[in-house]
């Protein structure tokens, strides 16, 4: 048996043969010349009918997506034509460069630029690379690269995948998802997460296998290994078996002294919403609302916003729904709100701090909020992304006090939201702590990439002990004030103990890891779930406060997990 370690993202056990990510499109030869008859401008043209050719055909994929595959797929359809990646080659083809290598080089060019800012526009890195592969297959006329068909069920394993091609991923096809690079908070790991897929990111060397290798995938180990022998069999076998027992949730998580701990889900949309309240979520943790700004050269109108944010708020009458305001900059640039041309955009003007350059599209974003709340029973919160200070969570709940808002609140995503977390819960009624950037601006560690990947981790005990310092600025006041968990940390079974027993209010994920949790931590007190807890914090690294905690939790192995 020969094992590739890697890091764990999406828990299961699977035995299946290995497809191959098809090898990316080659590489336009260095120098390489306009064909003889053909003009800079007819050139430049077809350029521009390629990028408007991708750009479609990821819309239309989008249009098909739900969720964070429907994120991702317009994201990705924006930056194919993107002005800086389009210019860039248009100059070169004036010039005399092919269009195929002048695409090329501006899209490395873009690349480097967006990787060299760090954050979250390095996340952006990746998907120039894979556009630009999709215009020059299409300048070339042969298929764009992608999922490789197959009649049977695979495991799908690449060096890393785009996020184009992981928002398309058939879950009936692909048994499980391996990749040699990425990290846990990369596109392959979140959609894999959602999709309910096993899945190892980091697991140096598994591209070099060949098709058709058989192979055991174990998500929550982190590991996979090839020419599996009988023992491992049998863990698939029993995780078969298991499995069925984590298919449904019943609708309530609890501890097993009955501590209620609310189970949520993360949301993008109505379609989103529908399926997590068939699936038992007890309210929204997190309403994403960029899907409606996106793609657009101008602000939605407020009836249009309404309408969107109604459908989410009708699949869950009576129950609390928590919407974050518009999350734009940085890896979501919207041409009416955000400049492009930051140096870094990942510190610099998003979230909540547009409204210092462009005033007035949030508070028609609070007033739509407001008429969609009027029209609908559901229990309506609402949080500003990037808060830094009191003064700034201060103002965030007078304008919402104005809009008819009654339940301000803020991300907790900047460590300084965390440190000083009593002063900003004076002014609001609850926070939510976004973990995946919580730990990326704690670490400064990018989380895209796959060297980084054991830093760029909520297990981290100073992601922890931020966590904990939120908590207790809640308490601080005598009345404490809720706080939730809405990023991927919540659907972490182990994790989602430990932040229980910090005392995190109510847990929100991907709807498919609800039943996990759940079935977890209804096998916990609180009491242990305290002692967990501290057991975490007192940890000297990530990868021993998770293993220590594992080692307390057997229902984990039981269940695969």
């Known amino acids: 048996m020969q094992n590739f370690p890697g890091v764990g993202v999406s828990p299961g056990r699977i035995i299946g043969t290995i497809r191959q990510m098809p090898k990316p499109i080659s590489e336009p030869p260095a120098g390489e010349q306009l064909a003889e008859g053909t003009t800079a401008e007819e050139a430049t043209a077809a350029l521009k009918a390629a990028s408007q050719s991708v750009h479609d055909e990821l819309k239309a994929r989008a249009a098909h997506a739900i969720g964070d595959g429907k994120a991702v797929l317009e994201a990705t359809a924006l930056m194919a034509k993107d002005t800086m990646l389009i210019k860039g080659a248009a100059k070169l083809v004036a010039r005399g460069i092919s269009s195929e290598r002048a695409i090329w080089e501006s899209g490395s060019s873009v690349s480097e630029m967006l990787h060299n800012l760090g954050g979250y526009m390095a996340e952006r890195a ?7 592969a999709r215009i020059v297959a299409e300048l070339r006329g042969v298929p764009a690269p992608g999922i490789p068909t197959s009649a049977t069920p695979f495991v799908l394993v690449a060096e890393d995948l785009a996020p184009a091609d992981t928002a398309t991923l058939d879950p009936n096809k692909v048994l499980a998802l391996v990749t040699a690079g990425g990290g846990p908070q990369s596109h392959t790991a979140i959609i894999a997460r959602s999709l309910g897929l096993p899945a190892v990111v980091a697991a140096v060397g598994v591209d070099e296998l060949q098709d058709g290798t058989e192979v055991y995938v174990d998500g929550a180990a982190g590991t996979i290994t090839a020419a ?7 863990a698939a076998t029993a995780w078969a078996a298991t499995a069925s027992l984590l298919a449904e949730f019943s609708g309530t998580g609890i501890t097993a002294d009955g501590h209620l701990v609310p189970l949520l889900a ?23 609302t960029e899907f409606c700004f996106l793609e657009r050269d101008s602000e939605p109108s407020v009836e249009e916003q309404a309408a969107a944010y109604k459908s989410v708020f009708d699949a869950f009458p009576g129950k609390k729904v928590v919407l974050r305001t518009l999350d734009a900059g940085a890896d979501k640039p919207l041409p009416f709100l955000t400049d492009s041309t930051e140096p870094n955009p990942a510190l610099g003007v998003r979230g909540y701090r547009t409204d210092f350059t462009t005033p007035g599209v949030l508070d028609r974003q609070l007033e739509a909020i407001a008429l969609a709340e009027k029209q609908s029973e559901a229990d309506v919160w609402v949080m500003a992304p990037m808060i830094s200070t009191a003064e700034e969570a201060a103002r965030f709940a007078s304008m919402c006090s104005d809009a008819g808002i009654k339940t301000p609140g803020v991300m907790v995503e900047v460590p300084s939201a965390a440190l000083t977390a009593e002063a900003i819960l004076r002014e609001v009624g609850f926070a939510s702590l976004g973990t995946n950037d919580l730990t990326q601006y704690a670490m400064a560690a990018d989380r895209q990439l796959g060297p980084l990947a054991n830093l760029n981790t909520p297990w981290q005990p100073a992601v922890l002990r931020l966590v904990g310092l939120t908590v207790e600025g809640s308490r601080a006041e005598g009345n404490a004030k809720p706080v939730g968990v809405c990023g991927e940390a919540a659907a972490d079974p182990a994790l989602a103990v430990v932040l229980t027993g910090l005392g995190v209010t109510t847990l929100s994920m991907t709807a498919r890891s609800l039943a996990a949790v759940a079935a977890v931590l209804k096998t916990v007190t609180l009491a242990e779930a305290k002692e967990l807890a501290k057991l975490a914090l007192s940890a000297p690294s990530a990868t021993e406060a998770r293993n220590w905690v594992r080692e307390k939790l057997p229902v984990l192995a039981e269940l695969g997990l």
Request: net charge negative.
């Open 228 to 234: 599996p022998d009988d023992s491992l069999r049998e």
């Open 126 to 132: 990746t998907d120039v690379l894979d556009v630009r």
């Open 266 to 288: 993360n949301v993008g949309g109505g379609k989103d919403a529908e399926a997590a309240a068939k699936l038992g979520a007890q309210g929204v943790g997190l309403f994403r």
